[in-house]
């Protein structure tokens, strides 16, 4: 299925396709702070609809994760890495996707203080 995102004031915009079955809620300090529930996909199914140069990137303790967010708004709509085989992920912040029953996904916890 294919789902269309943004950020909160719309300068960033993507789709993203694959099947949605559940997120991921992590403790480690960024996520905490965002709230986020994250949805790992390949990298190559999320698509940008604007240019890359409206988005800003942050990127903290061991640098391996691209943390993408909207300079004007301050929302964080994905995160791009790699996962351990080497293969480009992003990482999607299901809220904000359109059209999702957020309250309906099955949420699995991780511990990433701990990494």
Sequence with gaps: MKYSGSCHCGNVKFEVEGQLDGVMSCNCSMCQRKGALMWFVPRDALSLQTPEEKLATYTFNKHVIQHRFCPDCGIHPYGEGSD????????????????????????????????
């Design 84 to 115: 351990r085989q080497g293969n480009r992920m992003a990482a999607v912040n299901v809220r904000c996707l359109d059209d999702v029953a957020i309250e309906s996904l099955a949420v699995k916890h991780v511990d990433g203080r701990s990494f």
